[in-house]
C-alpha cells in the first residue's frame, strides 16, 4: 500500500514539472509575439499614459515634450500587428483609428500617419526619422529603436 501511495505521489510531483515547464514556454512565446511601442532614441522619454499614445495615435498630438515633431508610422489596418497594437496597447478597435484618420484628412485639418508595409521597414523608419513613433513585436526590437512604456 505504501509503495503504490510513493508512485502515486512521484507521478504527480513528475506531472507538475512538466506543467510548469510547459507553462514557462509559453509564457515565453507569448513574450516574445507581445506588441511594443518603439520610438526614436533622440525623443528621449520612456514612459507615457495610454490617454497620451491615443492622442499620438489619433494624430492629434503633434509634438514630443521637447518640442520634436512627432512622425507616427503604422502598418495597414488589415495586418495582425496593427490590430494587437490597436486593441492591445490604445484600447481601441483598428477601424476607430481609420476614422479618426479619415475624418482629419477630409476635413482638411491634418495628415494620417505614415504607412509601412512591413515590421522590417517600421523599424527602419523609426530608427531613421527623429521623433519617430512606431510598433513591433518585442521579438523583432534591437538597439536602432526605444520602447516606451506606457503607463
Known amino acids: 500500500m505504501v509503495a503504490r501511495f510513493v508512485d502515486h505521489w512521484w507521478c504527480c510531483i ?3 514539472l512538466i506543467l510548469i ?3 514557462h514556454d509559453i509564457n515565453s512565446a507569448e513574450t516574445s509575439q507581445s506588441v511594443e511601442t518603439i520610438i526614436h532614441p533622440a525623443v528621449n ?3 507615457i499614459s495610454r490617454n497620451s499614445l491615443r492622442g499620438i495615435f489619433g494624430m492629434r498630438q503633434r509634438a514630443w515634450p521637447n518640442g ?3 512622425r507616427v508610422f503604422v502598418l495597414p489596418d ?3 500587428l ?3 497594437f490597436a486593441k492591445e496597447k490604445l484600447n481601441i478597435f483598428p477601424y476607430q483609428l481609420r476614422s479618426a484618420w479619415d475624418r482629419l484628412i477630409f476635413s482638411g485639418t491634418g495628415q494620417a500617419p505614415f504607412l509601412v508595409n512591413s515590421e522590417e521597414e517600421m523599424r527602419a523608419r523609426v530608427a531613421s526619422t527623429p521623433g519617430a513613433i512606431g510598433y513591433l513585436k518585442r521579438v523583432n526590437i534591437d538597439d ?3 520602447i516606451l512604456h506606457i503607463e
Do not use: C, K, W, Y
Open 78 to 80: 488589415d495586418a495582425q
Open 144 to 146: 536602432s529603436v526605444q
Open 68 to 70: 520634436l515633431p512627432i
Open 21 to 23: 515547464g510547459l507553462s
Open 45 to 47: 522619454i520612456h514612459h
Open 82 to 84: 496593427h490590430n494587437q
Open 14 to 16: 513528475l506531472l507538475l
